[in-house]
């Protein structure tokens, strides 16, 4: 189809997201260990990444992106994982949530919510696809609350309730992020009487700004691979409570009418 190698037919062009991303990093390495020389990795943001898939695929156009899950793009499109044989992009991981130092004796109800804080992929790709549709991620996070009651009254069991103190939480605009952050602030609120602020930064401001106390938390680390860099320089300066979420991927992702099936196919 279209003729010509995948690199002529995509202009040699990976469709990147921010840069701060781990997802990026790795990319650059397997940009070097598969020996794709004259490949470009373009920087940009999660919703231009996923506007230039719909697009291509509404136009059945080849195209290359870097891609995650969970996320709604793969309950949306027929997409496809490139293998990866050289293992750039790692194993599973967790997402985990981490909090500054302090915040169990200043804030012990947040505290024991976020410890308890755990949901599944498909939990979490619900909320996505609802704001990929359309709706606000906070209306989406409401309604995906009120739908699920159980899980989440088992995440607050037991805990007393704030007195409305401000609780901030750090995330970067990625979808999957979007989406667990809004449920977070959503619960806190609702269920335990705090009042959450978010901030929207890059992934290195999120990390550092938890390791120096100026926000309280985030749900939003990749570990151990996706954050690999940031958890080895800031990991002794923040508490980890263990993975919220279990069964992520990264990598190379194209739309499944592309005729390849590895990264390696890229060198042709
Ligand atoms: N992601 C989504 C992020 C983590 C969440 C895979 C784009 C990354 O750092 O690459």
Do not use: C
């Not at 200043?106 to 609802?130: C, G, I, Q, R």
């Not at 901030?168 to 605009?173: C, K, S």
């Amino acid at each position: 189809a279209g003729g010509g190698s995948v690199g002529q037919q995509v202009g040699y062009k990976i469709i990147g997201i921010d840069p701060g991303a781990g997802l990026m990093k790795a990319t650059e390495k397997a940009v070097g260990e598969y020996e794709l020389k004259d490949w470009e990795l373009v920087e940009g943001s999660s919703a231009a990444m996923t506007a230039a898939l719909s697009e291509a695929i509404k136009n059945k156009k080849p195209i290359i992106v870097t891609g995650w899950t969970p996320h709604w793009m793969f309950s949306k499109f027929d997409l496809k994982y490139l293998e990866d044989p050289k293992g750039v992009y790692g194993k599973e991981e967790q997402i985990h949530t981490i909090v500054r130092k302090g915040l169990k004796e200043a804030h012990p109800s947040a505290y024991a919510f976020l410890d308890n804080f755990t949901w599944t992929p498909s939990d979490m790709e619900k909320v996505m696809l609802a704001i990929s549709e359309g709706k606000n991620p906070e209306e989406a996070a409401a309604e995906w609350v009120n739908n699920n009651q159980e899980l989440v009254n088992k995440w607050v069991q037991g805990i007393k309730p704030g007195n409305g103190e401000t609780i901030t939480l750090a995330y970067v605009a990625w979808d999957s992020e979007i989406a667990s952050t809004h449920v977070v602030k959503k619960v806190l609120e609702e269920k335990l009487n705090y009042k959450v602020e978010l901030n929207q930064v890059e992934a290195g401001p999120m990390w550092a700004g938890v390791a120096n106390g100026d926000v309280d938390g985030m749900v939003a680390a990749w570990l151990p691979t996706t954050h690999a860099d940031y958890y080895e320089k800031l990991g002794k300066d923040v508490e980890d409570l263990g993975p919220n979420l279990n069964g992520t991927r990264i990598g190379l992702v194209v739309p499944s009418y592309m005729d390849i099936t590895s990264i390696e196919d890229l060198k042709k």
